[in-house]
């Protein structure tokens, strides 16, 4: 069965970090661009980090250029998200999807997490 796994979310105070995980099974992330998408109550979806295959170009939307940081460890077919200085504009539901395509921040996307919230409030 091919599944991605988002993990690592949670509840975190404003200038806090998290670190989401997107772990795939059930096929090889080696040939895919990854692409971290969030989605907050009422707001439209919202491409946030994109990373190509074997550690290519990475790119972010300008609202996280900065803070966040995208990477990928294909050793363990896993792609992370490290969130720093997060701010309550960033409370939102996390997800990570697969593009065959290279990096788009309208796809198409072949595979998608379940998705995973992230809270900034005090």
């Known amino acids: 069965q091919l599944q991605l796994v988002e993990s690592g979310g949670g509840l975190v105070q404003p200038g806090g970090s998290l670190r989401l995980s997107c772990a795939a099974s059930?096929?090889?992330?080696?040939?895919?661009?990854i692409v971290w998408v969030r989605q907050a109550p009422g707001k439209e979806r919202e491409g946030v980090s994109c990373i190509s295959w074997h550690d290519g170009p990475t790119y972010y939307a300008e609202s996280v250029k900065g803070r966040f940081t995208i990477y990928r460890d294909d050793a363990k077919n896993t792609v992370y998200l490290q969130m720093n200085s997060l701010q309550p504009e960033d409370t939102a539901v996390y997800y990570c999807?697969?593009?065959?395509?290279?990096?788009?921040?309208?796809?198409?996307?072949?595979?998608w997490g379940q998705g995973i919230q992230v809270t900034v409030s005090s």
């Open positions: 059930g096929f090889s992330l080696d040939y895919y661009a």
């Open positions: 999807a697969t593009e065959e395509l290279g990096c788009s921040w309208q796809g198409p996307f072949d595979h």
